[in-house]
């Protein structure tokens, strides 16, 4: 089983949208896929729920209760993609960092965002996992308007940062309406949608490796 976490030391960044696509893409591949939901709001749990009558559908499993949440995962479960609780930051999510595969830490162009993220990435780094290079981390930047100057230096900045940057997805309205459907992307075969599926590419394939 391949556990991937989802975290960010700040809300609104689209953690929960990256969670719940990573898990509809391993349960569209075929995979049984598990949702650990440990965000107070429980986002992540509704959409799975609404997903439920798909063939494609996904475990939602509450991870607001450490430890406990191992329990109720299937042993068969080829996936398990948790959505951390927003704002916190590594000492918070241990329990999740001494199990995890790999750590996905969304960014958005802001200046506020990024300043954010500096304390959450010094904290991950201080993992004796992450640190030992055990426990990989990715950096994803999230929601980008390619044509304004603050998303092509907000690219430009996370190149630069100590983790690399394995994802580059553009804002799109169609991510609000699929969340509300409980699906995905990767649901859809239209040519627009594959545009957009194409900016997933590169985070999945780090997230094979």
Avoid: C
Avoid at 128 to 148: C, H, I
């Amino acid at each position: 089983m391949k556990t991937v976490l989802v975290a960010s030391s700040k809300g609104g960044v689209g953690k929960t949208t990256i969670a719940t696509h990573l898990a509809a893409h391993a349960a569209l591949a075929g995979m049984n896929t598990v949702l650990v939901d440990a965000d107070p709001q429980a986002s992540a749990t509704r959409w799975a729920q609404r997903r439920s009558v798909l063939e494609s559908a996904v475990l939602p499993v509450d991870g607001s209760h450490r430890g406990k949440w191992r329990k109720q995962v299937p042993e068969d479960t080829g996936q398990t993609v948790i959505d951390a609780p927003a704002g916190a930051m590594a000492r918070e999510l241990a329990a999740f960092l001494d199990i995890a595969d790999a750590v996905v830490v969304p960014v958005q162009p802001s200046t506020f965002d990024i300043e954010a993220s500096v304390p959450f990435l010094d904290s991950l780094a201080l993992h004796p996992r992450v640190r030992r290079g055990e426990l990989r981390v990715g950096l994803v930047a999230n929601r980008l308007r390619p044509w304004t100057s603050i998303s092509r230096q907000t690219v430009e900045l996370l190149q630069r940062w100590p983790y690399p940057l394995v994802g580059q997805l553009r804002d799109s309205q169609a991510y609000v309406l699929l969340s509300g459907l409980g699906k995905s992307l990767f649901d859809y075969h239209s040519a627009h949608v594959r545009e957009h599926q194409a900016d997933w590419q590169p985070l999945l394939k780090w997230l094979r490796k």
